[in-house]
């Protein structure tokens, strides 16, 4: 690809202390504006990969690079990482807007500027209205999109996503899904993802990457060649069912690998 390498992972493994062996030499490469996303049986590696791309978690072999250079290069100007995790981990003492500025409390930015990039994050979330409720009276839905306002606030230009949308019902996942696709787009973003979802994969990606375990390691990639913006109608399109399928047999094989390693 021409665009410049955002995330270059080379002959990367990772060992535990207990001597678990989580991943074994993984070769990953996410360049400028794609959404590439990570998709694998349970206990593949998947999260435990996304983290040592957060700098969460030290390789035990291999290396990395972020923007051609180590991870001190992150935080720069053009180069900030930010990470959504599973579950929203909002403050539930905090009302919405304190929320979604802790990030940049945490960073000293100025009064009047972080409470611009927090009334435009709610804005764009469609969150607004509920800046002074407190987590509990917000629906899942919109807690996971105050996730994601709390995000965009640190103004990221790599995002890495640990099945932020999993837990919830799969209308609100599509709604959701959708979202992520236009702030991708309005702000070109470039995502690591990770989903057990095939269908979410397969609407959101550029490339899909197929991960098996004992240890993990990657075993398959899939393009999805359908250009953005993608609206709901892809879904319900011949491609879409066949790019479903081909992801759905390549899971089956990387399950098979594990069944293999365990017999």
């Not at 593949?44 to 180590?70: D, F």
């Not at 800046?131 to 230009?157: C, K, N, W, Y």
């Not at 390549?250 to 399950?255: D, E, K, R, Y």
């Amino acid at each position: 690809m021409s665009a410049p390498a955002v995330i270059e992972v080379v002959s990367a493994g990772k060992v535990f202390a207990n001597g678990t062996r989580a991943l074994r030499r993984i070769d990953l490469t996410v360049h400028d504006g794609e959404f590439v996303t990570l998709i694998g049986p349970s206990g593949c590696g998947k999260s435990t990969l996304l983290r040592i791309v957060a700098g969460l978690s030290e390789p035990s072999e291999g290396r990395l690079r972020w923007w051609g250079e180590g991870f001190h290069a992150v935080g720069a100007a053009g180069r900030k990482l930010f990470f959504v995790f599973q579950d929203p981990t909002l403050m539930p003492w905090a009302r919405l807007r304190r929320n979604v500025r802790l990030p940049l409390d945490l960073a000293h930015v100025g009064r009047g500027e972080a409470d611009r990039r927090v009334t435009e994050a709610l804005d764009r979330v469609r969150l607004s209205a509920f800046e002074r409720h407190f987590p509990r009276q917000l629906s899942g839905g919109m807690q996971m999109r105050a996730s994601i306002a709390r995000a965009l606030v640190t103004q990221p230009d790599l995002l890495l996503m640990d099945e932020p949308f999993g837990a919830l019902d799969e209308i609100t996942r599509n709604a959701l899904d959708a979202e992520l696709l236009g702030l991708c787009s309005e702000r070109s973003l470039t995502v690591l993802f990770v989903t057990h979802s095939i269908y979410e994969a397969v609407f959101l990606s550029t490339r899909v990457l197929v991960m098996a375990a004992r240890p993990g390691h990657i075993v398959r990639e899939v393009r999805i060649h359908e250009p953005y913006p993608r609206q709901e109608r892809f879904r319900v399109t011949p491609r879409f069912t066949e790019y479903c399928a081909e992801l759905s047999e390549a899971l089956a094989q990387a399950s098979a690998l594990e069944e293999a390693a365990l017999a």
